[in-house]
């Protein structure tokens, strides 16, 4: 397997084992299908301080790993829930964290907009929420998907970036999450496949 064509799938469920977790199977096991390479990283299992404190310090081990992980991988793919209408405080501080310190963008004084680093990668970002995504896309204006797209994901130069929204995760069905998780494997294949040239 090409390290160079790896993919890291992002948990940011601290709950491995709920659907989150079971997107995420569904995804590698859509990418293995390809044969490609997959990295999984569960956040809730990285020993860190999700929250910045100003000036830039050390990182600890485990985001000075995550940043090897992200520069190895051509394609990522973050999972998450929306809580309080965006990602959970945790993978925010994260991105933060990680990106931060001239490693996924760098400001120039002569440039209103910054140079990305992290140019030549995709993203595919599954969300998991319990408002119906129609509702929070038309009504809410979709701010978590605005700010990973726009926020998080565009200034490093990663692109192009497709958000999948699941919801309402409360009220759906065996049968609508067996769809979903089919859908999402074939996604999975269907970038795998595109990431090797198949």
């Known amino acids: ?7 890291l799938i992002v948990l940011g469920h601290p709950d491995t084992k709920g ?10 096991k859509g990418l293995r299908r390809a ?9 809730g299992a990285l020993d860190f301080d999700a929250t910045p404190r100003g000036r830039p310090g050390p990182l600890e081990d485990d985001l000075a790993e995550a940043r090897v992980r992200i520069t190895r991988a051509k394609h990522l793919v973050l999972i998450y829930p929306t809580w309080l209408g965006a990602m959970p405080a945790r993978m925010k501080g994260f991105f933060e964290r990680v990106f931060g310190d001239n490693f996924a963008f760098r400001f120039k004084p002569e440039s209103l907009l910054p ?4 140019s030549g990668r995709s993203a595919d ?4 929420m319990d408002t119906p995504p129609l509702l929070y896309r038309f009504v809410l204006g979709a701010p978590g998907h605005k700010l990973v797209r726009s ?3 565009a200034p490093a130069g990663i692109s192009p970036i497709r958000v999948f929204s699941f919801g309402s995760l409360k009220k759906s069905s065996d049968e609508q999450r067996a769809a979903w998780l ?5 996604r999975g294949t269907t970038r795998g496949r595109a990431l090797l040239g198949q």
């Open 182 to 186: 089919k859908q999402i494997e074939t």
């Open 1 to 7: 397997m090409n390290a160079e064509r790896s993919v």
């Open 125 to 128: 970002v599954l969300v998991t």
């Open 35 to 43: 044969g490609c390479a997959v990295d999984l990283m569960h956040l």
């Open 115 to 118: 140079e990305r680093l992290l």
């Open 19 to 28: 659907f989150g977790g079971a997107l995420a199977a569904a995804y590698e």
């Open 151 to 153: 926020g998080i994901l």
